[in-house]
């Protein structure tokens, strides 16, 4: 089945600086990859996601890359502000084969942004 | 994110009890699916419903069981043979499937005693 590790599990920065969060995976027949945050207490929520036919996309300071070939993706946050932190997952699912149906989780980043 | 609840928000059991979580959605969607998540691990998939009448093991499922015999409702059961229980469970659903966007309801901490 799928696999997805995420790094790193622990992320400080300052505000307005950038902050980027890195997965890979394991399946080559995933195909869509969405990104979670996840405030203290509070339910996950998608933030923004990819699907395998397009390389990147991108949301006002929020941006994803996809590498198909060496088969990671990442999440980019420009311009930093202390409402940003939380703890932030990535996914991965495909579209056939034993993991077919099964969204697969990293185990998490926790983004700590200092004022 | 109103729409998917859950219910109790604590629970607390006793070691050999089954108990029962409850997650309800007035969304419409045909997808739901139950996560558990522990400290550092991330969201672990239990198991998933894709129709009524239908659902199929996540990675996770072994001491848990569930049913799906409205659109709407999703009950997980905790039984006694689950080893360790005690987690902060949360269900979600979607239009159809994993592809779409998951909306997830506010969570259930269990905690056994």
């Known amino acids: 089945g799928e696999n997805v590790e995420q790094h790193p599990s622990t992320l400080s920065v300052q505000e307005g600086d950038s902050a980027v969060i890195k997965c890979t995976y394991s399946?080559?027949?995933?195909?869509?990859f969405p990104w979670y945050k996840q405030e203290l207490g509070k339910r996950p929520q998608l933030i923004i996601d990819?699907?395998?036919?397009?390389g990147e996309k991108k949301d006002q300071r929020i941006a994803v890359t996809l590498n198909k070939t060496a088969k990671h993706f990442s999440l980019h946050i420009t311009e930093t502000q202390p409402e940003d932190s939380a703890v932030y997952f990535c996914?991965?699912?495909?579209?056939?084969?034993?993991?077919?149906?099964?969204?697969?989780f990293g185990q998490g980043t926790i983004l700590t942004v200092h004022p | 994110d109103g729409g998917i609840t859950q219910s109790p928000k604590y629970l607390f059991r006793k070691e050999g009890q089954n108990v029962t979580l409850s997650c309800e959605q007035n969304?419409?969607?045909?997808?739901m699916y139950w996560y558990r998540q522990d400290p550092g691990q991330g969201l672990r998939l239990i198991y998933y419903?894709?129709?009524?009448?239908?659902?199929q093991k996540g990675d996770i499922a072994e001491g848990y069981s569930v049913s799906r015999e409205k659109k709407e409702s999703f009950p997980l059961t905790v039984t006694s043979a689950q080893k360790n229980p005690t987690a902060f469970y949360l269900c979600?659903?979607?239009?159809?499937?994993?592809?779409?966007?998951?909306?997830f309801g506010p969570g259930t901490r269990l905690t056994v005693l």
């Open positions: 979600a659903s979607s239009v159809r499937d994993p592809t779409d966007t998951q909306y």
């Open positions: 399946d080559s027949a995933s195909n869509y």
């Open positions: 990819i699907r395998s036919n397009v």
């Open positions: 996914a991965a699912t495909p579209f056939m084969g034993t993991s077919y149906g099964k969204l697969t």
């Open positions: 969304l419409n969607h045909d997808a």
């Open positions: 419903s894709q129709i009524v009448n239908d659902f």
